[in-house]
């Protein structure tokens, strides 16, 4: 996997050696050697990843990461920090500024390009969502934020070979996290998929096979976006590389510093839940682009694509499908007579009994105005007219309620049917049941009327 890595080092010989390593595994490479140099750098190139250095004059590592976190065109951007202080607290302060790694000069291979595949995966998910996100911030609604530090009712499954190591690693969690153990590895992968929100292996269990359970749980798809912190062994670098090439998102070594681990907790959760914010607006983007906010029925724009669906089906002889326009009779005498709230009330009810009356197969959406469109599929005309007819009935019987008032209204509905054949277009079929539908207004409405059959002379 290429990318584009941003280097970061007061010292020419560390950005040399570095650049040299990347340029070598194919990585295009960007360098700066101070703080302000690597905020312009990233701001220009948009690197994949960052290798930052911690200690430069000026503007050291640890502020050029927070300005960077802080920035929201540039905060998804991994930060590795790569220096020679390697305590505890040093690390918990990087995280806590918002790097996602540390590796430590002399700098290995190994852990080196293990790392940056690990966070370049995560990338390129959230650069998949982000794009949405970009179109739909566009419509004009606001940006994903994620809490930066509120991990309060997060559930957390310890998965490990013993409870004597499992209760040892429960104390060591955030207070407000909410701890689960699981010591057998079978019910560990089912339960992986319970909602939690992190999970946390130890891979120096001797009990059973600790990479197999992270392969599992990432290779599920109810567990796929769950980040796993791995605990592991320092002296077995193979081990801690496999485990980031099978997905693990982050490692602990031991023995576990409570500070750091609670640091690197905090950093995966808020990754998740800013994806997980990404995915949810996504989500409601697309609904919102396909229903219609009154009725919640499915709108014209995603009506004309199912329509178009049918037509070719049927011209392909792969089924039948019939169209049906339903328009709600005199409505503008309910908006004259008792506002437009009514008048919404009323298009929500009909859109209910629709909803109600019609099959699981049928497309149900609003047209515009007080008139709806059904897409009927796998049904002749004639079929079509009998659910016409019963619909029509039963909104003959409705009592409409008027919002904020005992009051009642009734109303009736016009339908006019057409059957898709083999030949016609989204407009012509539409324009059929127009026609039947202009029928059945002419003939006093409260009526169902079907196209006219076309017969061929003789």
């Known amino acids: 996997m290429s990318a584009r890595v941003l280097v970061v080092d007061d010292q020419e010989p560390n950005v040399r050696l570095l650049e040299a390593k990347l340029k070598a595994e194919y990585f295009e490479v960007v360098t700066a050697f101070n703080g302000l140099d690597a905020i312009s750098k990233t701001n ?7 290798l930052l250095d911690i200690m430069m004059p000026g503007m050291d590592g640890f502020e050029v990461c927070r300005k960077l976190k802080a920035d929201r065109r540039t905060r998804h951007i991994p930060i590795v920090m790569v220096t020679a202080l390697d305590q505890p607290e040093d690390r918990v302060r990087g995280l806590e500024a918002g790097a996602d790694d540390f590796l430590t000069k002399p700098v290995d291979n190994l852990p080196l390009f293990a790392r940056i595949r690990s966070l370049l995966r995560l990338k390129v998910l959230l650069d998949e969502l982000r794009v949405r996100e970009d179109k739909v911030e566009a419509r004009g609604l606001s940006p994903v934020e994620a809490n930066e530090t509120d991990i309060s009712g997060s559930r957390q499954l310890i998965i490990t070979g013993e409870e004597r190591i499992a209760e040892h690693l429960a104390e060591r969690l955030p207070d ?13 992968v089912s339960r992986a998929a319970d909602g939690f929100d992190l999970i946390i292996v130890d ?21 796929r976006h769950v980040p796993i912190l791995a605990i592991v062994d320092p002296d077995e670098m193979a081990r801690s590389v496999r485990a980031l090439d099978l997905g693990v998102n982050d490692i602990v070594n031991r023995p576990v510093d409570r500070g750091e681990l609670n640091a690197r907790i905090r950093t995966q959760l808020r990754r998740k839940r800013y994806a997980d914010m990404l995915r949810e607006r996504l989500d409601d983007s697309l609904e919102m682009a396909v229903t219609d906010p009154l009725t919640g029925l499915s709108n014209r724009r995603y009506l004309s694509s199912r329509l178009e669906q049918a037509v070719q089906r049927v011209a392909h002889g792969e089924e039948t499908a019939c169209v049906m326009i339903a328009d709600l009779d005199y409505f503008k005498r309910v908006n004259d007579s008792y ?21 699981a197969v049928d497309l149900v959406a609003r047209f515009g105005g007080e008139e709806f469109v059904v897409l009927m599929p796998s049904v002749t005309l004639n079929e079509a007219a009998i659910g016409a007819e019963r619909l029509r009935a039963t909104v003959n019987k409705l009592s409409f309620r008027l919002p904020g008032t005992d009051s009642v209204l009734a109303v009736t509905v016009s339908i006019g049917l057409a059957e898709i054949h083999a030949g016609d277009t989204v407009d012509s079929a539409l324009r059929r049941a127009d026609e039947a539908l202009y029928r059945a207004k002419a003939a006093g409405r409260n009526c169902v009327k079907l196209e006219k059959v076309q017969t061929k002379a003789a």
Do not use: M, W, Y
Request: aromatic letters at 4%.
């Open 339 to 359: 506002g437009h709230d009514a008048g919404d009330a009323v298009l929500q009810q009909f859109a209910e009994c629709l909803r109600h009356r019609a099959r």
């Open 44 to 50: 220009d190139h948009q690197p994949d990843v960052i």
């Open 203 to 223: 891979l120096t269990t001797k009990v059973f096979d600790a990479l197999r359970v992270c392969a599992r749980i990432r290779s599920n798809s109810e567990t």
């Open 176 to 188: 407000e996290a909410v701890a689960e153990k699981e010591i057998d590895p079978a019910k560990a």
